[in-house]
């Protein structure tokens, strides 16, 4: 059961970037950013690998941390949203 917790939460994050992008609440060029970011899936799977059973709640906050500290990294990155903020602004 644990080693699905990595599998569950990288669907759970795909499914709500996608989401987010067909809603328009980001851009392409964010999600294509975003799958630039792929070695964190090497550090969940390690974090999966070595926190023990009984501290699963250990691994679940770690992991939901880092998701947060790439999505905004990713989608608050000043090159990105420079870029978002010209393409609004010319209409594109």
């Given at each position: 059961?644990?080693?699905?917790?990595?599998?569950?939460?990288?669907?759970?994050?795909?499914?709500?970037?996608?989401?987010f992008k067909?809603?328009?609440?980001?851009?392409?060029?964010?999600?294509?950013?975003?799958?630039?970011?792929?070695?964190?899936?090497?550090?969940?799977?390690?974090?999966?690998?070595?926190?023990?059973?009984?501290?699963?709640?250990?691994e679940v906050?770690?992991?939901?941390?880092?998701?947060?500290?790439?999505?905004?990294?990713?989608?608050?990155?000043?090159?990105?949203?420079?870029?978002?903020?010209?393409?609004s602004w010319?209409?594109?």
């Open positions: 059961r644990k080693g699905n917790m990595v599998i569950g939460i990288l669907l759970l994050v795909i499914g709500v970037v996608l989401l067909e809603l328009g609440l980001v851009q392409w060029e964010q999600v294509k950013e975003l799958a630039r970011m792929w070695p964190v899936l090497l550090i969940f799977w390690g974090l999966d690998i070595l926190i023990p059973k009984k501290l699963l709640w250990l906050i770690l992991i939901l941390a880092i998701i947060a500290l790439i999505l905004l990294l990713a989608f608050k990155h000043p090159l990105i949203y420079r870029e978002a903020q010209f393409l010319t209409g594109r």
